[in-house]
């Protein structure tokens, strides 16, 4: 993750990898939040998304809070426990509402 930086601030190398992966943004992070939104998209298909859910949203939440918890300065991953909260959080007003159980 320390490359962000790198590519962030040097104009000559954003624009050799937007050649390298046409569509803009870093490549890496394209073919991520490809990858989530038609793996959010077949969630929806299949009935565990709500049909109206802004996919592209949700994406974008998931996969820019996801990108800020693994480029922390800390060298360590985050926990499961921080990913599962961002997930749950970001997916909370989509997900088809479970019986409570007595």
Known sequence: MAIIPLITFRDELRARLRQAEPGGGIAILAQVTTA???????ERDMGR?????????ITLSLVGG?????????????ST?????LVTTVLAGV??????QA
């Open 81 to 85: 426990a921080t990913v599962n909260k």
């Open 49 to 57: 998304i709500a049909p109206d859910a802004d996919i592209d949203s």
């Open 66 to 78: 996801g990108h800020l918890l693994f480029a922390d300065r800390d060298p360590d991953p985050p």
């Open 36 to 42: 989530v939104s038609a793996y959010l998209i077949d």
């Open 95 to 100: 997900l088809p509402q479970r019986p409570r």
